[in-house]
């Protein structure tokens, strides 16, 4: 996409930060303008409880000043793009770099910039022209769905539209310039269901770059309710070791460790339980992982990543086998490695690593056919709190679902932990679905874990 897609005001912004530090003194410097347009409105019942509608520009500096033992760097933004502004800001970045300790790992990336900046369908500009009424129509829809589905749905937490627009500017000293647009839609609905006193919520959502390929709304709110009702009558389950399968909105949390420990920040700072394992079998020969900056449509692609290298294809585990970390170029300096195009930053922060489209690839069985292989054992539909130790891969979350008994779902489960190590969970893993699904920028389907503990009773 051209730097026009854009608008030449904040490549000029760029520009013009960039020159002002160049000329006080720093030796390189980047800049990235962002500009975002927002709406958010939720309903309740019929109700509208909140319409929400922001914009934002933000200049962001990053700039290197030349010194005994390295390059000392600084990072500053503001909202205010006035020329005056920018100059000032630029000004006070080179002052404060100065003050900094040097570091003989800073720097820009070393070359190999994009050269091309494909269209990855990331926007269409028709959506721009979807009234705010309209939006508001289908968090209608999909609550009067949701409502409609059993008498025991008797409220909600309400049925939300967000539309967001946004643009990208990225410069650097070392004379690249890059542009592109971006748009991301989304619908989330959350019911709550009542049976005996008892009180049951759950949700469901869609996610897409165009408003065209969202799921419809009444699919959206039905999904949400039949998910909410199906928790009522939840009980615990007695202790003991169990397959447990993660559906697909659980699962994608099982990659986001898995990331987090292949960082290239995690490996060199010793501060994961991989970090040792390079080209070694690391999870079932059924675990293929994949970052890709580049697929279509996605809701994490750009051309370029946030140093200006080109984002691509990323395959961190292969059958089982680990084959890459996700590196920007300072842990990649760090670990000897180029970058691999997955430095992710925002306008009032250095660059750091960042996934970009995220998933596990799909296997051949439906989620109903792992529950038919699966004699007894737990289906989780929703993982609560925080509890992984990414030094030692343990794991233990509280969790609800579904208990499975003679290969078909018996009642709903609440108020479990389950738990385990990550490393073991991965080499364990024995089925995985091929309902791959697509609600952010992780998605994975349905995996089973032939074994782990599942504290109830």
Not at 183 to 210: C, K, V
Not at 361 to 382: K, N, Q, Y
């Amino acid at each position: 996409m051209s730097q026009a897609a854009v608008g030449p005001d904040l490549i000029l912004v760029v520009d013009r930060a960039l020159a002002r530090a160049r000329a006080q003194g720093a030796a390189a410097a980047d800049a990235v303008c962002l500009e975002s347009d927002g709406l958010e409105a939720r309903v309740r019942g019929e109700e509208i409880d909140f319409v929400s509608q922001a914009r934002e520009r933000t200049l962001g500096i990053r700039v290197f000043v030349s010194g005994p033992g390295g390059l000392r760097s600084a990072v500053t933004s503001t909202s205010d793009l006035s020329a005056d502004a920018v100059d000032r800001m630029a000004d006070a970045t080179v002052a404060l770099a100065k003050a900094t300790a040097p570091d003989p790992t800073a720097g820009l990336p070393d070359g190999d910039f994009a050269t091309d900046l494909p269209d990855l369908a990331l926007i269409d500009p028709r959506d721009r022209e979807v009234p705010i009424e309209a939006r508001i129509a289908t968090a209608k829809q999909a609550e009067a769905a949701a409502r409609a589905v059993d008498p025991r749905i008797v409220n909600s937490e309400g049925s939300q539209v967000t539309t967001g627009f946004r643009r990208v500017a990225y410069g650097n000293s070392a004379f690249f310039r890059g542009s592109f647009e971006s748009a991301s839609h989304g619908l989330f609905s959350e019911p709550i269901a009542r049976e005996n006193g008892a009180m049951q919520r759950d949700y469901w959502m869609t996610a897409a770059r165009r408003i065209a390929d969202l799921e419809a709304p009444d699919a959206v709110g039905r999904h949400a309710a039949e998910r909410a009702v199906r928790r009522l009558g939840a009980k615990r389950v007695p202790t003991g070791e169990v397959p447990v399968i993660f559906d697909p909105l659980t699962a994608r949390s099982l990659l986001g460790h898995v990331a987090g420990c292949v960082s290239g920040y995690a490996i060199y700072r010793e501060s994961s339980f991989l970090r040792e394992q390079m080209g070694e079998t690391i999870a079932s020969e059924r675990v293929t992982i994949v970052d890709d900056g580049r697929l279509q449509g996605g809701l994490a692609s750009r051309p370029f990543d946030g140093e200006g290298l080109p984002t691509r294809r990323n395959v961190l585990v292969e059958k089982g086998r680990l084959r890459s970390w996700l590196l920007d170029s300072y842990s990649g300096r760090k670990l000897g490695l180029p970058s691999t195009g997955n430095a992710s930053r925002g306008a009032a922060s250095a660059p750091g690593v960042g996934t970009t489209n995220l998933w596990l690839e799909p296997g051949d069985l439906s989620l109903e056919e792992m529950i038919a292989r699966t004699e007894r054992g737990l289906l989780v539909t929703e993982l609560i709190g925080q509890g992984f130790q990414p030094v030692t891969g343990d794991y233990s979350r509280g969790a609800a679902g579904l208990w499975i008994e003679g290969g078909r779902v018996v009642h709903p489960v609440e108020e479990i932990t389950i738990a385990g190590n990550l490393g073991e969970m991965l080499r364990a893993i024995d089925l995985v679905g091929n309902d791959l699904l697509w609600l952010g920028a992780t998605a994975a389907p349905s995996v089973r874990v032939a074994r782990m503990t599942v504290a109830g009773e």
